[in-house]
């Protein structure tokens, strides 16, 4: 907000009408409720808002038990690229994503039943689909002493070295409706909603709309997005003052 020739109370129904749904809004609709006449303008302020989400998520590191996996999300490409796409994994179009969930397995002690509770997600654009991507990912977003489970990729080698566990199972039906089940969830709302709200979704910022994505699902049982996102947005002055 510092340095903004925008007005602070326009600022605010920015970020409460992004917080206001747990979709989302497009620039389109925000601008629309708004009454504001400049599209640009509204754009800019929503995407400095995510790159805002997504730093104050990158403090935290999940732990315990953590779900490791990989998505590809469609985004859009220039007109001229358009005839030159490939098909499939490796295609322009798409952009390797990892998902990681925090899972912890609980056991009923009357009725004996299991169930998987899900605490906090991670989603982070890969630069490319080698290892060392993967193996950066895990020790920016994964806490040291976690256990983590992923199928077996050779993407994932490397792993064990930056974690206390690294638990291996090969890809299959099960692995995917079980192990890996709260990754997959995550993967496919995120393409749902970002295919019913925004459309299309240029690559350059695929990594903004995925912060806005985790931002509210990982605080899904707050009462108020909207007060602690404003308390976000100033969080970093008081950090650099001290």
């Not at 397995?105 to 689909?129: A, I, W």
């Not at 050779?154 to 566990?165: A, G, L, Q, R, T």
Request: charged fraction near 30%.
């Amino acid at each position: 907000m510092e340095n903004s020739n925008l007005a602070i109370r326009k600022w605010f129904l920015i970020i409460l009408f992004m917080t206001s749904t747990k979709k989302g809004m497009s620039a389109c609709e925000i601008k629309r409720q708004m009454g504001h006449s400049r599209y640009y303008t509204v754009l800019s302020v929503i995407q400095r808002i995510r790159d805002l989400m997504g730093k104050r998520d990158s403090q935290y590191q999940l732990n315990d038990m953590v779900k490791l996996d990989e998505g590809f999300f469609e985004t859009e490409v220039s007109g001229r690229v358009r005839s030159k796409l490939k098909r499939g994994k490796g295609s322009q179009r798409q952009e390797n994503v990892a998902v990681m969930a925090e899972s912890v397995p609980l056991e009923d002690l009357k009725t004996g039943k299991k169930n998987k509770s899900c605490r906090y997600f991670k989603m982070k654009v890969l630069d490319n689909h080698s290892g060392e991507a993967i193996t950066k990912v895990v020790q920016e977003s994964i806490d040291e002493k976690s256990i983590v489970f992923t199928d077996k990729s050779s993407s994932y080698i490397d792993i064990c070295k930056y974690v206390e566990v690294h638990l291996m199972e090969k890809s299959n039906a099960q692995v995917t409706k079980e192990t890996l089940r709260w990754v997959h969830i995550a993967i496919s709302n995120a393409k749902r909603t970002f295919l019913g709200v925004f459309h299309k979704i240029k690559g350059s910022n695929l990594q903004r709309y995925l912060n806005e994505f985790i931002y509210k699902l990982n605080r899904r049982y707050c009462k108020s997005i909207f007060e602690r996102l404003i308390v976000a947005s100033v969080f970093p002055y008081w950090y650099n003052n001290d």
